[in-house]
């Protein structure tokens, strides 16, 4: 089945160090991943939408110029936390939706996540 | 408010036991409802996913109903067992593929 590759699955950084989080989708080609952030006992809260060879598209409230989203190619998406401080630290998901025939209803596959934890 | 919640927030079962989560959504116009297991510290893994038109879909020891009239969704999970304690998550699909997530129903399974 579809599958979601999140790398790392965790980092602890100082304050000002900026982290770089990855997602591939591992055997599929995904046009659109979706990154979101999750804090304890909440619901994910979607940050931005990443689109293959375009600009990424935000939510309202997510500074872009904080969370760099880059979507290079078919598998693979980044997004760089930079700057981090401590009020960014949270469990951030990103996930891919498989447009293979069969879709239409295909649920969104998602990453393991990322904890990200800043000092 | 949330526009899909879910309750119990959280609950503790025994073993073996039977429990049923209860998802209520406002969202419009709908595509389709998912049930997803989240344990902690992982991401969330699809149980079931049902269209308009569907009432009912198992997934093993997971059942969910859907009333689309009412907009209400269940998880029935059978037979409890320790590695169903997790985060069960409701999501709706609705509008232009926008997804309405739930805060989660907590489960915790107890020997």
């Known amino acids: 089945g579809a599958v979601v590759s999140q790398h790392p699955s965790w980092v602890i950084c100082k304050s000002g160090t900026s982290v770089k989080i990855e997602c591939r989708s591992l055997d599929f080609q995904a046009t659109t991943m979706f990154w979101y952030r999750q804090f304890p006992k909440q619901s994910l809260m979607l940050m931005a939408t990443?689109?293959?060879?375009?600009?990424?598209?935000?939510e309202q409230g997510v500074e872009k110029d904080k969370f760099l989203i880059n979507h290079a190619s078919l598998t693979l998406s980044t997004l760089t936390v930079t700057s981090a401080h401590p009020e960014d630290s949270s469990f951030y998901i990103c996930?891919?939706?498989?447009?293979?025939?069969?879709?239409?209803?295909?649920?969104?596959?998602f990453g393991d996540g990322t904890r990200l934890s800043i000092l | 408010k949330n526009q899909v919640e879910q309750s119990p927030q959280s609950l503790i079962i025994l073993e073996g036991k039977n429990c049923t989560l209860q998802?209520?959504?406002?969202?419009?116009?709908?595509?389709?409802l998912r049930w997803y297991k989240q344990d902690t510290g992982r991401g969330p893994v699809s149980l079931t996913i049902?269209?308009?038109?569907?009432n009912t879909k198992s997934n093993g020891r997971y059942t969910a109903t859907l009333d689309a009239d009412t907009k209400q969704s269940s998880l029935h999970i059978t037979a409890s067992q320790l590695s169903d304690s997790a985060s069960y998550i409701c999501?709706?699909?609705?509008?232009?593929?926008?997804?309405?997530f739930g805060k989660g129903n907590q489960v915790v399974v107890i020997p």
């Open positions: 049902m269209t308009f038109s569907e």
């Open positions: 996930s891919a939706r498989d447009w293979r025939p069969g879709g239409g209803n295909q649920p969104q596959h």
């Open positions: 999501v709706v699909l609705y509008g232009n593929n926008r997804l309405a």
């Open positions: 990443s689109n293959e060879g375009s600009k990424a598209t935000y």
């Open positions: 998802c209520n959504y406002t969202v419009s116009p709908f595509s389709n």
